[in-house]
């Protein structure tokens, strides 16, 4: 059934990331006791993404690979963003040579709509309990206001994007679609 797929392809919860995250850095950290360990830096995306985030995500990813950091761990709460620049940090999530990890935190934190396609993005992504991602159903902003698109070009575009993010890590390619298409939300 489609429930018991999703519960096997469902993010992990706060627990088994926490239990993920020490038993990856185990593995990095060096045999010799006298060589210190590489850093994981912590990047938060807390507000709306747009440029300025796509610089900082730049930014830490360079500052990682200076470090030779075992990995970067990506903290989202944000209501979402420009389309363009999520596609810009997916991108650079998807050529950095240090590992990124999505973690959508804190306790009651959303990735909402941009945040939900970084989060899918990332090869690694877990929730803490009682957070939520979806609605992602794209929105275009004037000085109007702002209307839902619904253009079958966009739509389409954006579900098979977002559905070949899920593919790729071995994530719910329905559910994906469902984050489009009828603006669904789900907690951790």
Wanted: charged fraction near 20%; include cysteine.
């Amino acid at each position: 059934s489609s429930k018991s797929s999703y519960e096997e392809n469902r993010l992990m919860n706060k627990t088994t990331f926490t239990l993920l995250i020490l038993f990856f850095l185990f593995l990095v950290l060096p045999v010799c006791s006298s060589a210190e360990p590489s850093p994981v830096l912590l990047v938060e995306i807390t507000d709306t993404i747009d440029q300025s985030t796509v610089e900082v995500m730049t930014d830490c990813l360079r500052q990682a690979e200076a470090d030779n950091a075992q990995a970067v761990i990506l903290l989202l709460n944000t209501p979402g963003g420009g389309l363009d620049e999520t596609f810009a940090i997916a991108t650079l999530i998807k050529e950095s040579t240090i590992p990124v990890i999505g973690y959508v935190h804190p306790d009651g934190a959303t990735a909402w709509s941009a945040g939900t396609f970084i989060l899918l993005s990332t090869p690694l992504a877990a929730m803490e309990d009682h957070t939520i991602i979806g609605s992602c159903q794209p929105i275009e902003t004037s000085l109007e206001g702002t209307r839902f698109i619904n253009d079958s070009k966009i739509i389409n575009a954006l579900v098979e994007w977002l559905q070949e993010r899920a593919a790729m890590y071995g994530r719910n390619q329905t559910l994906a679609k469902l984050f489009i298409t009828e603006n669904r939300n789900v907690n951790a």
